[in-house]
């Protein structure tokens, strides 16, 4: 499309075609690989930062195992691989005499109202928070909680049916009562045969897929073994599924968040 002209002692000039010039001139250039890659605001990664964070933290605890503390000169070897996120089953409360600490499973689902963020205010303080709101953003990468609470006995007055829907406190609850300590955990990932013989509750949605590692995949086989607790929304209906688990599933209503009153309100 263009022309050949000669230069004196050196190769010829290309020159362009001026109707190819003015194709030329009409052209907008979109940009290279590179300009292309490049977008047109910056991203906000720190999402993603704070997610492999939790997972790196996890790491750590595998390759540096923790000190058990007792008398000195303990020899105490954790299980091969190192202790994992649920290195903390293990530890037992009070005196070397004492059971194992109960287990308490909770649903790893992210519709579940109860999650590892907010169950210790719910369990331990009686209040339920949302469990994304803002003041829980701290505990959230947690894997492994750990509670105190006082058992109730069969005479104790605070049974009785005048008592207040409103879980207890572990200030307020049994003074004079040793309190149990339980472990709190949302997978099964790290979990030794022994520890079946330990989980008291587990938490669920009603979606089966939360039992597929159990010991018990069958919901009312696993709650012939331990109590299961399903939290919802006052006044909506409890799922078909969880109803058809019988008595061995017990249904609480929370009220929602109200912001403008603190949203402290108890499981009914």
């Known amino acids: 499309a263009g022309a050949q002209a000669g230069v004196p002692g050196g190769r010829g000039a290309k020159v362009v075609d001026p109707r190819l010039q003015e194709i030329y001139n009409g052209e907008r250039k979109l940009g290279d690989r590179n300009s292309v890659l490049r977008g047109i605001k910056p991203t906000d990664f720190s999402h993603i930062r704070k997610t492999a964070e939790s997972f790196l933290g996890r790491n750590r ?3 540096h195992p923790q000190t058990k503390s007792g008398a000195a000169g303990s020899s105490h070897k954790h299980p091969v691989g190192g202790p994992g ?5 293990s530890r037992k409360g009070g ?3 004492s059971r194992p ?3 308490i499973l909770l649903s790893p689902s992210a519709s579940s109202l109860i999650r590892m963020s907010n169950v210790k205010s719910f369990l331990q303080d009686g209040v339920f928070v949302p469990p994304d709101h803002p003041t829980l953003a701290m505990s959230t990468s947690s894997n492994l909680l750990s509670i105190s ?4 006995g069969a005479n104790d007055p605070s049974t009785s049916t ?3 829907t409103k879980p207890p406190t572990s200030a307020s609850s049994g003074s004079g009562r040793k309190p149990t300590r339980f472990i709190l955990v949302d997978s099964t990932a ?3 045969p022994d520890y079946w013989n330990r989980v008291v509750a587990v938490f669920t949605t009603g979606q089966t897929w939360q039992f597929k590692s159990y010991k018990w995949t069958s919901p009312p086989e696993l709650f012939k073994h331990a109590t299961g607790v399903y939290v919802g929304w006052r006044g909506e209906e ?14 609480f209503a929370v009220d929602r968040w109200d912001e403008k009153g603190g949203g402290l309100n108890g499981a009914g």
């Not at 996120?85 to 089953?89: K, N, R, T, V």
């Open 61 to 63: 605890s595998r390759t």
């Open 85 to 89: 996120p649920s290195a903390g089953l």
């Open 95 to 97: 005196s070397s005499s």
């Open 101 to 103: 600490d109960p287990i």
């Open 149 to 152: 609470r006082p058992l109730r």
């Open 162 to 164: 005048s008592a207040s």
């Open 190 to 192: 790290n979990f030794r």
């Open 238 to 251: 409890v799922p078909r599924e969880v109803r058809s688990w019988g008595r061995g599933v017990q249904s």
